[in-house]
């Protein structure tokens, strides 16, 4: 069957009444607790796991896909209501959203960012659809060694992206592998670090280290904050924005869409990284780039609709061959696998009821989030007034009863704390967790996949580095770790070059 | 407060401490088998490896001025560990007390402790979330709670 076949079979499965609603509720969810500052889309998704377990999984994932690019329009609220991104994704948005709603046009701000979130995640969807089949095509015939090699490369590309510093991300990446290891071997069957205690000789649960990190880490570091947001009141009636304001935002939807797309498809690079380079971008192609920072309706637009259209692209990676491209993605990953699915290459194949029905359900998802958040966007705006006193413990209880829900298992509970004490240490010194999380998930599939290599090439490495499809991507891997000293050189040589041409000057 | 170079020493030191005990206690495990490396090659590596990183970091850091890196914002850690302390509470009584008597005891603790709101306010706040929880895990997602000596 054709991609178009594939896609109309895909919305027989998305408009079933169950997948439908489930579909509204993951859009619903993702706004709500997008626009809670301190929660972002990686916390809300490990949080809301624990409903799907044990259900269908087509209807699981397309609701927490609806939680992940809803959340993404959710943030879009604190950024421009109260100058406070939800999530990292949504540090441009406050820049000129905050700024007009400072000027009283708070609510077209928060209208365009909805119909740039709509326009940019059809696209992405667009292109999901385009890219994913071939990709999964060409992925089939990944051998162990490629498998590892791309893994690694995820792994290091979310590291090297992942934080302010390098070197903290190094390490924030090797603790995930090193508890990775926890657990019996799966080649050789050997126990590692399990004590004698029978509940770690599966290992360690990514969820606890997900809510840990993302859940309770995130509301200690709020609880100290006091945080207590002035909110600017909107007049809601001045929602829609003008014609003319919608032409003028043309360019920045396309942009936003396209270049966010292609971002959300690298591992590693992600929303965030999309929303500021559109954002430049925008400035760049603007006849007035000076007035960028001061409420131009573009500067809302673009980054807003790249932040929704990398969340399509990040799936590109996820589904087809199995490598997360960031934590929130990562959290999906361990998911498909808790539901017993396979992902790779040949999720497409053999659940194509899955991969379609998730896909045409992001098109009914988008075209939900812009019929919903425009008439709903006063009402989804109070939840900017839930005091954080009530929320705080009810976020806390809802992580620890939800991995407990899992497995039944109050051991997990005792992670979830040890995950929470590292997760505060690495917020409060700047250790990304999103590596921590990726590592954990794809730490096991790894090791099989070395293990299986090097028994293929009876021990020998060079089956890493030499071989057509495997040899680049360790390559970029490497140029990924070596890319700090790569900049301080040009910036080096650059700056020499800059002081000799005014040398030659005066 | 303390300055981020302190922090990011105390960081260091501790995972480096940790380094050297996860290496210690993979190279009990097999190394190498007949059919290529054993359950103990990857984390032997990743522990060495920590400790190089760790090294590193330790060694920027340590020369570093205080004011070099600017400030890690723990000015207010004591609420940080009184909520901590709750969840560690949480987790210590969850099997005795059964989970829903925990949670309310938790939220109790937290809305009146940390939080300092009125008894009228966090007392009905708190049993409403003990409640809400019952009904989604007990009675909407079928998953059966911790029971606890009191039997709920």
């Known amino acids: ?25 993951g859009v619903v969810i993702g706004t709500v607790i997008g626009a809670l500052p301190g929660l972002g889309p990686a916390g809300t998704v490990a949080m809301l796991l624990p409903f799907t377990f044990g259900r269908d999984p087509t209807g699981s994932m397309i609701m927490l896909a609806g939680i992940y690019y809803g959340g993404m329009y959710g943030g879009s609220l604190t950024s421009i209501l109260i100058n406070t991104p939800g999530e990292s994704a949504s540090v441009m948005t406050c820049v000129d959203g905050y700024q007009m709603a400072r000027q009283g046009r708070a609510a077209v ?189 573009e500067g809302v637009a673009a980054p807003e609709g790249a932040n929704n259209a990398a969340t399509a692209g990040a799936l590109v990676p996820l589904l087809t061959l199995g490598i997360p491209g960031s934590g929130t993605a990562a959290i999906m990953l361990g998911a498909l696998m808790m539901y017993g699915l396979k992902p790779g290459p040949l999720l497409m194949e053999k659940n194509p009821e899955f991969f379609w029905g998730v896909v045409a359900s992001m098109y009914i998802g988008n075209v939900l ?113 070596l890319w700090p000293l790569i900049r301080s050189m040009l910036q080096r040589r650059r700056g020499s070059e800059l002081a000799a041409t005014r040398l030659d000057h005066a | 407060m303390i300055s981020m170079a302190k922090g990011n020493v105390y960081a260091a030191v501790v995972l480096l401490a940790f380094a050297f005990y996860y290496s210690y206690e993979s190279l009990q495990l097999p190394l190498w088998t007949d059919v290529g490396p054993g359950a103990g090659a990857l984390p032997t590596l990743s522990g060495i490896l920590l400790a190089v990183l760790a090294l590193a970091l330790l060694l920027r850091n340590a020369r570093k001025s205080s004011s070099e890196e600017g400030e890690a914002d723990f000015a207010h850690w004591r609420v940080a560990l009184t909520v901590l302390f709750g969840v560690f509470l949480f987790v210590l009584l ?34 409403a979330t003990a409640g809400m929880f019952y009904l989604i895990f007990e009675v909407w997602l079928d998953v059966p709670l911790a029971i606890g000596v009191f039997g709920i």
């Not at chain 1, 109309?8 to 579909?23: D, E």
């Not at chain 1, 979830?416 to 917020?427: C, I, Q, R, T």
Request: proline content about 7%.
């Open chain 1, 1 to 25: 069957m054709d991609v178009l076949g594939m896609l109309a079979f895909g919305f027989s499965v998305a408009l079933t009444p169950t997948n439908l609603l489930l579909c509204l509720l």
């Open chain 1, 109 to 297: 701000a928060l209208g365009i960012s909805a119909i740039a979130s709509f326009v940019a995640g059809t696209v992405g969807v667009v292109g999901l659809m385009v890219i994913a089949p071939p990709l999964a095509g060409f992925a089939v015939s990944f051998g162990p060694p490629e498998y590892f090699a791309l893994m690694l490369m995820g792994l290091m590309a979310v590291t090297a992206v992942g934080g302010k510093s390098m070197l903290k991300a190094l390490i924030a990446g090797l603790f995930g592998l090193m508890m990775a290891w926890v657990g019996t071997d799966k080649m050789t069957g050997v126990p590692r670090f399990t004590y004698s205690q029978p509940f770690l000789l599966d290992g360690i649960p990514f969820i606890a280290a997900a809510m840990g990190i993302f859940g309770v880490a995130e509301v200690l570091v709020n609880v100290e904050r006091k945080f207590k947001p002035e909110i600017i009141q909107a007049r809601w009636r001045d929602l829609y924005p003008s014609l003319q304001e919608l032409k003028v935002c043309t360019g920045a939807f396309w942009r936003g869409s396209i270049i966010g797309f292609l971002i959300g498809v690298l591992p590693g690079a992600g929303a965030t990284i999309a929303s500021f380079l559109t954002y430049a971008v925008e400035k760049k192609a603007s006849k007035y780039p000076e007035k960028f920072g001061t409420g131009v309706i």
């Open chain 1, 369 to 481: 989030l812009l019929i919903i958040n425009l008439p709903l966007v006063p009402l989804f705006a109070k939840v900017l007034n839930v005091p954080y006193w009530a929320l705080g413990p009810v976020v806390i209880v809802m992580c620890l009863v939800g991995v407990y829900s899992l497995n039944n298992s109050l051991f997990d509970l005792w992670l979830v704390f040890l995950f929470s004490v590292a997760g505060y240490f690495m917020k409060k010194l700047d250790f990304p967790g999103p590596p921590v999380v990726l590592a954990l998930v794809l730490g096991p599939m790894m090791e099989t996949n070395m293990k299986r290599a090097l028994q293929i090439s009876h021990g020998d490495v060079g089956i890493f580095f030499f071989r057509p499809i495997a040899g680049p991507l360790m390559a970029i891997t490497v140029a990924f770790l």
């Open chain 2, 94 to 127: 969850a099997k005795t007390l059964g989970m829903l008597l925990t949670i309310l005891l938790f939220m109790v603790l937290y809305t009146l402790g940390v939080e300092r709101i009125r008894w009228p306010v966090a007392l009905p706040f708190s049993a």
